[in-house]
């Protein structure tokens, strides 16, 4: 009896060991945000109307019905007066930017933000493993990481990734670069950076589907400080519970809809589509395909499939619908949304039947920063942060879009309440958050061009007075 028990004994314990031993390494697999910094450039490259007019006057490719593209595109773009753009523009150089542009405008955000996060975190230079920096379009010699561990002296063996060319989604393809070393290397400390360089890349042609980019895309970049260290788990801020990226570079439309190209006259800029929205709709509904799953309720699951299956059945599905159908808000308690523009937060508030509450962030974040390409969902996460919406436990879903044609999105649980720490950029200004209007005054200043005549259009020479 006593032998058989012992039989039976062994390998219960040694179950129980490799269960301890499999949830135990796990531990050491998480993903989890320390700290983050948002840059807020300096007051002196704040674009405002009359600034915005200048250099509209100044680009001499353009004409009547260029200026009234223009200027329906920035009225409806949900884009303010607080927004901030590269000295080069403040310069009058943007027509024949150098490299060193780029570069110089790289830098000062490079000197701004990371001093910062490392100041406040505490962590030295030498303690970052993991160094991954994504800015999407300049490519130098040396590149831009090798330029921050230069200043910063950091170690000979960190590990290190520079990308480019990923859009707008970049930041969560970095999160994911370094999820996936933390599953291989217990211990380790990561800091993402993330930006755009918008010196070199001014369109001054008049082709619409380029200008169009010069409206939407603004200075800004943030720097993310991860790790996978259990000591620092209550120190935490976010901890990453899933993340899934698509990529529909294989279909045709998508893939040309997002294209860094020349015009007819060989001038340089970024090409956006008209079929763009189709291509983010159709990237966004396959993505949902295969995170929904992860953060759904099971209830919220079977619910949907039977609605599904009865309107199937009874052939009762209404035409146009393009809504998800799903209750997001039973497994999601904050929606981090990608600021590509007033279009794309409509359209996610839309499929995802979100309220005006949840869309603010996204809304406030465009407002006041513009589009910072893939740093803008960090704007929009410290705008939460800063409302104090994030208590423990809360789940965010973040959600992003970038040419190729990508969708990335992950899931954030909240480790500790959150109240808008020192850093925040949102700190200052966010008691007039939300103003009462949205509306920019562009259209009260220039609206006069909608009735202007083509054959007897002149620029008035005080027109900005």
């Known amino acids: 009896m006593g032998l058989l028990f012992y039989l039976y004994l062994l390998p219960s314990l040694y179950l129980m060991f490799k269960i301890w031993k499999w949830v ?5 697999k998480e ?10 450039p300096t007051d002196d490259r704040m674009v405002s109307t009359d ?108 590990k290190v990734f ?5 859009g707008c989604s970049a930041s969560l393809i970095s999160v994911d670069i370094v999820r996936s070393v933390f599953k291989t290397y217990k211990n380790m400390n990561a800091m993402v950076v993330t930006s755009e360089s918008l010196s070199p890349n001014w369109y001054s042609g008049n082709n619409r589907s380029m200008i169009l980019a010069n409206c939407l895309f603004r200075s800004g970049g943030a720097v993310i400080l991860l790790s996978n ?53 159709r990237a966004f509904v396959d993505n949902l395909r295969v995170i929904s799953p992860m953060i759904l309720p ?47 937060i409509d359209g996610i508030g839309f499929s995802l039947d979100l309220t005006e509450y949840d869309l603010e962030p996204a809304r406030m974040t465009l407002h006041r920063f513009g589009n910072t390409s893939a740093a803008s969902l960090w704007y929009v996460l410290a705008y939460m ?32 309440d959150l109240d808008g720490n020192v850093g925040n950029v949102w700190k200052d200004i966010i008691d007039s958050y939300p103003p009462q209007s949205l509306a920019n005054p562009y259209l009260e200043k220039y609206g006069w061009i909608q009735n202007e005549d083509i054959s007897t259009f002149k620029v008035p020479e005080n027109y900005l007075n």
């Not at 135990?24 to 050491?28: I, P, S």
């Not at 970052?128 to 921050?148: G, K």
């Not at 993340?243 to 001038?267: F, K, P």
Request: charged share 30%.
């Open 24 to 28: 135990d390494e796990k531990r050491d």
């Open 31 to 40: 993903c989890y945000i320390l700290d983050y910094q948002c840059y807020k």
């Open 51 to 158: 600034f915005a007019g200048r250099v509209i006057k100044r680009t001499k490719n353009l004409g009547l019905n260029e200026y009234k593209f223009l200027l329906k595109a920035i009225v409806s773009s949900g884009i303010g007066e607080q927004t901030y753009s590269p000295r080069i523009m403040f310069a009058g150089r943007e027509d024949n930017p150098t490299l060193q542009d780029g570069i110089d405008e790289m830098e000062e955000f490079f000197e701004d933000s990371i001093a910062k996060i490392l100041d406040r975190s505490g962590i030295s230079p030498k303690e970052i493993d993991i160094l991954v920096v994504n800015i999407s379009m300049i490519a130098i010699m040396p590149c831009l990481s090798s330029r921050i561990i230069n200043r910063y002296k950091m170690r000979k063996d960190i």
């Open 162 to 166: 520079n990308l480019t060319g990923m």
């Open 229 to 281: 260290k259990r000591s620092l788990e209550r120190n935490a801020m976010f901890k990453l519970k899933c993340l899934v990226r698509t990529h529909h570079g294989a279909i045709d439309d998508s893939y040309g809809c997002c294209v860094q190209t020349e015009d007819e006259q060989g001038r340089p800029g970024f090409h956006l589509g008209k079929n763009l929205p189709k291509a983010a709709t």
């Open 298 to 344: 099971i209830r919220e699951l079977l619910r949907y499939a039977l609605v599904t299956f009865v309107r199937k059945m009874s052939n009762n599905t209404p035409k146009g619908e393009k809504k998800a159908g799903v209750n997001f808000r039973t497994g999601v308690d904050h929606f981090c949304i990608h600021t590509g523009g007033k279009a794309v």
């Open 385 to 416: 942060e800063a409302k104090k919406r994030l208590k423990k436990g809360d789940r965010v879903l973040m959600i992003s879009f970038g040419a190729g044609f990508k969708c990335n999105s992950c899931v954030w649980e909240v480790v500790r």
